[in-house]
C-alpha cells in the first residue's frame, strides 16, 4: 500500500485562504483612513469660513474662545448702504463730539455712551447702526489686524467691562494707530490703539466703506 506523499505545495494552497482574509481587512482599514481624512478636511473648511484669515490674538480664555465662535457662527457681516458718505466725512462728523461727557445710554452731545457715539456719528450721515457695540460689530468685513486697519473703519473690543457680551467698546479709527471713542473717564476723545489697556483689548475692525482712508 502506498503512503500519502507530503507534497508542500498542496499545503501552501490549503492555507491560501487566510490572505484573502488579510486583503479584505486592509481595504477595510484603508477605507476607514480615508473616511477619518475626508472628516478632518471638513472641519478644517468650516473653520476656515468661521475664522477666514483671522487670528484674533486677544482671545486667549475657553470662555472668549466660545464666545467667539458663537459670535461668528450667528448672522455677521451684515450689509449697510453708506449713501455715498465717505470715510472722510464719518471722522469730521465725529470729532464733533470731542469732549462729551460719558453716561450710559447716552446718544446725545449732552452726554453719550461708546456705541451711542458710533450710532449717531453714522445716523447724521443717513446710516443706520444699532446702539450696541456687539451688534454693530456684526456690519461690514472684518479687519482682523491692527496693521491693515483704515481710517473710517469701526473698531472693537472685548473685557472692557464686566458682561456676558463678547464684545464691549467700540469706535471709529481715525488713522496714524488712534481712534476716537468715548471713555467712560474722559468722555469723547482720542486714543492711540498702542496703549497697553487698549491695545490687549483690540478684537477687530470692520470695514463698511469702500473709500476708506488711508493712513
Known amino acids: ?6 507534497n508542500p505545495r498542496i499545503a501552501t494552497t490549503e492555507k491560501s485562504p487566510i490572505f484573502p482574509l488579510h486583503t479584505s481587512y486592509f481595504k477595510s ?7 477619518v481624512a475626508l472628516n478632518q478636511l471638513l ?26 465662535k458663537t ?3 450667528a448672522s455677521n457681516k451684515k450689509m449697510i448702504d453708506t449713501h455715498n458718505t465717505s470715510a472722510e466725512e464719518i471722522i469730521n462728523t465725529a470729532q464733533k463730539y470731542l469732549g462729551v461727557p460719558h453716561c450710559m445710554g447716552g446718544t446725545t452731545m449732552k452726554c453719550i455712551d ?3 457715539l458710533v450710532m449717531s456719528v453714522f445716523a447724521k450721515h443717513g446710516i443706520q447702526l444699532p446702539h450696541n457695540s456687539q451688534e454693530q460689530a456684526r456690519y461690514g468685513k472684518i479687519i ?31 488713522g496714524d494707530s488712534n481712534f476716537i471713542h468715548t471713555s467712560s473717564s474722559n468722555g469723547v476723545s482720542i486714543t492711540s490703539l498702542n496703549s497697553p489697556w487698549w491695545n490687549e483689548k483690540f478684537i477687530f475692525g470692520t470695514r463698511v466703506f469702500n473709500n476708506s482712508l488711508k493712513e
Open 114 to 116: 461708546c456705541s451711542g
Open 29 to 35: 482599514l484603508k477605507f476607514i483612513i480615508i473616511l
Open 144 to 174: 482682523a489686524r491692527m496693521d491693515d486697519l483704515k481710517a473710517g473703519d469701526m473698531v472693537f473690543f472685548v473685557r472692557s467691562y464686566k458682561t456676558n457680551s463678547l464684545i464691549t467698546h467700540s469706535g471709529i479709527y481715525i
Open 1 to 6: 500500500m502506498n503512503q500519502p506523499t507530503f
Open 43 to 68: 472641519n478644517t473648511s468650516c473653520s476656515k469660513e468661521i475664522y477666514p484669515k483671522q487670528s484674533f490674538l486677544n482671545i486667549k480664555n475657553q470662555t472668549d474662545k466660545d464666545k467667539l
Open 71 to 73: 459670535f461668528m457662527e
